[in-house]
């Protein structure tokens, strides 16, 4: 992990077509409501998108902190802050392995 400091996601209400969604609440990337049980589990290697988007949602909806995903998925804060930008910018799509050059900065992207 970075130095960078982990500053938390405050949960929001989000009003849902069967209620509303409680702080500790988040939604999936398909609009389920997320619980532990389906975030991806420790200790991941492979991650696809849906996964990646998963953890945001989580993080965002205060399900779990900033700090517990980090450690569990052991990311830096840098690598999951991507993972929100790139999600927030360009959806879940732009989470994918194979979407990085399109959509990340660098030098490969002139």
Not at 1 to 29: I, N, W
Not at 86 to 98: I, N, S
Request: charged share 25%; net charge positive.
């Amino acid at each position: 992990m970075t130095d960078q400091t982990m500053t938390e996601h405050k949960p929001r209400d989000l009003t849902l077509a069967h209620g509303v969604l409680q702080a500790g609440e988040a939604l999936s990337p398909s609009g389920q409501p997320l619980t532990l049980a389906d975030l991806p589990r420790p200790g991941t290697q492979r991650w696809v998108a849906r996964r990646k988007a998963e953890v945001v949602a989580a993080v965002r909806g205060g399900l779990i902190s900033l700090q517990e995903a980090c450690l569990r998925y052991r990311l830096s804060v840098d690598e999951f802050r991507s993972w929100e930008r790139l999600l927030e910018a360009h959806g879940v799509a732009g989470l994918k392995v194979t979407r990085t050059r399109r959509y990340r900065p660098g030098p490969h992207n002139g």
